[in-house]
């Protein structure tokens, strides 16, 4: 029998119980639906406590919608999104940003999953010329898909050179709090301060059965988003399910805990795997995952007990994420058991 826990994605998590809990205590009697409802209001006004009292909130079902609908709300079709060679929005989102958006997305070198300003400047061509289409967006990814988080310096270069050429940056923050708490900032320190114009934040892979927002920092941005999610089909009749989800995130710390847990076991687990002659640690752990080059042949008899992906077969990677729910007993026994497999090859 496998064990109960994975590696393999945050998104394989439990719902935490205070969520499950909030949801339970809003599940009495009737509320106007479509987000007219006491608690929908009651959500964005936490949004509004951490960010700031002007930003616009809005909840979707899941993280590809936040992104899509970001983009498309900036964007016309003759438009280009600057972006990550392997970001989420280029590599596994089906093609949704190039079909809603009709924008053309342009892949960037990001070694450790972090765009530069110098590439970023290197990509900013053709203005004007009817026959290129014109930058618009930069999109980065918050903490990366690599595991790599921005410090605020470079996202804060990246807002300025989006500004001073009259483009956006946006952020996919679908675990922009394993970022936020790993440089002990504010949730608002780590975005709007820095110039970050608009933030997919995302709640599925930090505790929430299934919610992410899209919060605009400069409100006249979202003038018409209330149609472009109702179009995108991303608006929920029983909104308080959603939103109940989000203000428990955003009370008492929650999303930070969560967050914590989730980079501390990830921490853990790269101190226990180092330990393990033929594993080498790839990239910096600075959230929640751990990228780690191991023997080919170990992979398939680690997968044999546990589920975690492969995240570069050629390289011998794989990706190892921990989340809220992960333990200390839960990385040791999984530490063991890799040092277990690796050390009984031939070599």
């Known amino acids: 029998m496998k064990p109960s826990r994975s590696f393999a994605s945050d998104n394989n998590a439990v719902v935490h119980a205070e969520v499950l809990e909030a949801i339970q205590r809003v599940n009495e009697g009737h509320v106007v639906g479509y987000g007219d409802d006491p608690y929908t209001e009651s959500a964005v006004a936490k949004f509004r406590e951490h960010f700031g009292e002007d930003v616009a909130v809005f909840f979707v079902f899941n993280g590809t919608a936040a992104n899509v609908l970001s983009l498309q709300a900036l964007t016309r079709p003759h438009h280009a999104v600057l972006c990550p060679e392997l970001s989420h929005i280029y590599t596994d989102e089906c093609g949704a940003p190039e079909k809603f958006t009709g924008c053309k997305l342009v892949p960037l070198e990001a070694p450790i999953g972090k765009l530069t300003l110098e590439t970023v400047a290197h990509a900013y061509h053709g203005i004007g010329d009817q026959h290129h289409v014109q930058p618009r967006v930069i999109s980065i990814t918050q903490s990366t898909e690599m595991g790599t988080v921005y410090k605020a310096a470079e996202i804060e270069a990246l807002a300025r050179f989006a500004q001073e050429r009259k ?31 608009v933030l997919s934040f995302g709640g599925t892979k930090n505790g929430l059965m299934g919610v992410e927002a899209v919060v605009f920092f400069r409100p006249e941005l979202a003038d018409e988003f209330l149609y472009v999610r109702k179009q995108g089909m991303q608006l929920a009749s029983k909104m308080r399910y959603m939103a109940v989800q989000m203000e428990t995130l955003l009370t008492n710390d929650l999303w930070r805990r969560n967050a914590e847990q989730a980079n501390r076991m990830a921490r853990l687990l790269e101190q226990e795997v180092k330990k393990i002659p033929r594993v080498k640690i ?66």
């Open 167 to 197: 483009m956006f940056l946006h952020v996919d923050g679908a675990r922009i709090s394993n970022a936020v708490a790993a440089q002990g900032l504010t949730l608002r320190q780590a975005t709007r301060d820095l110039g970050v114009d």
């Open 282 to 347: 790839v990239y910096p752990v600075e959230a929640n995952g751990v990228f780690a080059q191991i023997p080919r042949e170990a992979i398939q008899k680690i997968q044999e007990r546990y589920f975690f992906y492969v995240w570069s077969e050629e390289e011998s990677v794989v990706r190892w994420m921990c989340s809220f729910d992960t333990t200390e007993e839960d990385v040791r026994a999984f530490a063991g058991f890799v040092g277990e497999v690796v050390g009984g090859l031939t070599r």
